[in-house]
T-cell receptor, first 116, second 111 residues
Framework: KAGVTQTPRYLIKTRGQQVTLSCSPISGHRSVSWYQQTPGQGLQFLFEYFSETQRNKGNFPGRFSGRQFSNSRSEMNVSTLELGDSALYLC???????????????FGAGSRLTVL | DAKTTQPNSMESNEEEPVHLPCNHSTISGTDYIHWYRQLPSQGPEYVIHGLTSNVNNRMASLAIAEDRKSSTLILHRATLRDAAVYYCILRGLQGAQKLVFGQGTRLTINP
């Protein structure tokens, strides 16, 4: 089955602009989460959505927002971009917890954002 | 969230076993131990997970200490494609999608 699809894969913006990134989860997965990866901070959790509701949020400023649609697709938005927002943004989806207690996340390849 | 500690880097040779250690001394009784790896230019991918008993799957084995304060990911015959950053993560039962990634172990495989 198709994996997690993120678009666009690469984009360049300038400071002050805003950006919207898209994520299509694996079919049937209702949980979607977003992560930011930078060389300095590593992988950091941004937020999680389940059935169109934000279920958890990481420690990021309000410029970072997201939403989830009824088909489980998700978008994240970053407004008033700063140089430090340059990063790889990763989306992950998961389905039900299985019999072993696992709730495995499947990650997309990411959207690499460069802010100039 | 309980924290894990891993060596920053490790090196091994192709076709040899690799043992990647992880310390998690503050693990709680309901925390599962998950391993993910991130290959170059890709998102992380799930490798294996366990609670108390050792686990095997087609990718690797997971050996969990009896007191659960440490675990070891075992790649039985490393290939060049196993070169990646390996992350050891603790997750509660029915855990939300918030994974707390440490710095991981960068594994280099020599041909």
């Amino acid at each position: 089955k198709a994996g997690v699809t993120q678009t666009p894969r690469y984009l360049i913006k300038t400071r002050g602009q805003q950006v919207t990134l898209s994520c299509s989860p694996i079919s049937g997965h209702r949980s979607v989460s977003w992560y930011q990866q930078t060389p300095g901070q590593g992988l950091q959790f941004l937020f999680e959505y389940f059935s169109e509701t934000q279920r958890n949020k990481g420690n990021f400023p309000g410029r970072f927002s997201g939403r989830q649609f009824s088909n489980s697709r998700s978008e994240m938005n970053v407004s008033t971009l700063e140089l430090g927002d340059s990063a790889l943004y990763l989306c992950a989806s998961s389905g039900r917890t299985d019999s072993t207690g696992a709730n495995v996340l499947t990650f997309g390849a990411g959207s690499r954002l460069t802010v100039l | 969230d309980a924290k894990t500690t891993q060596p920053n880097s490790m090196e091994s040779n192709e076709e040899e076993p690799v043992h990647l250690p992880c310390n998690h001394s503050t693990i709680s009784g309901t925390d599962y131990i998950h391993w993910y790896r991130q290959l170059p230019s890709q998102g992380p991918e799930y490798v294996i997970h366990g609670l108390t008993s050792n686990v095997n799957n087609r990718m690797a084995s997971l050996a969990i200490a009896e007191d659960r304060k440490s675990s070891t990911l075992i790649l039985h015959r490393a290939t060049l494609r196993d070169a990646a950053v390996y992350y050891c993560i603790l997750r509660g039962l029915q855990g939300a999608q918030k994974l707390v990634f440490g710095q991981g172990t960068r594994l280099t495989i020599n041909p």
